[in-house]
Every structure is written in C-alpha cells, then in structure tokens.
C-alpha cells in the first residue's frame, strides 16, 4: 500500500509537472487520491499503526507532504475557489497523528489497542486479530477520529 501510495502520487506528480495531460483535469481529481487514501488508512489499515515502525514510516511520508503543501500551496495554478489542489496532502499526517493519540488514549484507559468501527457496525463482533468485542470507546474515538481529519485538513492554512 505504501509503495502504491508514494507511486500515484510521483506519477501524477509527473504528468503535472511535465504537462503531459490537461492540467485542469488532473486538479479536479487529484483531491481524491489523498482522500480515499486517507480513509483507507484510518479505517482499514489502522492495526498497521500498532507497529511502530510502519507509524513512522508513514509519519516522515507525512511529513514530507507538508513540506510539499506549505512550499507550493500559494502557486496560482493550483489555486481554485475552495482553496487549492494540495489541501489533502495535510490529511496523511493528521490522520497518523490522529490514530496514534487515539490509539495511546485507548492503550492508557483500558490497556489495549483502539479498533476503529466505521464499517464494523457489528457490537457483538468479536475482532480478529485482538480477540475482543468492539466497546463503545471504539465507535466514540472513531468518530472524533474522522471529524478531526475531515475539519482539520479543511480548515487548516
């Protein structure tokens, strides 16, 4: 997934940079790469993050599209009327943020990993790979979770 991730965004990257293709084309999608991303890995690969250093590996990816964002986000080819075309490259980082304080919250306060429950509307579902039902805290923290990226990469300069 990492190398699939980094890989879309150097080609596109690319096209843009070289012209290859109708630049406004590309910035009409481009938001959604990051975005469904983002929402693939909050949702479905958060136990990745249980590692450390697959955390922070993604976490220097992060940080590396910051850099990119706040060094390129006032060029006037990518501006449009609701900001401009990198806004969710600021969505990776929150949302490794986001699942770690989540995760080291949950850790602290019952003494296991933060499972998150968007598309696990089961209670009775007993998780895998952490053998334990789903507790309100999990549907609580995810959630917060995805209005803390959703609101925070929107209304963040």
Known sequence: MLLVYIGIHIIVGLIYTLNLYNRESIQDFYFAIPFIYVFLIFDIYHKRFW???????????????????????????????????????????????TSFTLNLINKKVYGDNFVVT??????NRIEPKDGRKLRPADYFFSITGFIIIIFGTIFTN
């Open 51 to 97: 590692n450390n250093r697959i955390l922070l590996i993604w976490g220097i990816i992060g940080i590396i599209q910051l850099v990119i964002y706040y060094n390129f986000r006032n060029l006037p080819e990518i501006q449009n009327v609701n900001g401009n075309d990198l806004t969710w490259l600021k969505a990776l980082p929150l949302t490794v943020l």
């Open 118 to 123: 968007a598309l696990r509307l089961d209670s």
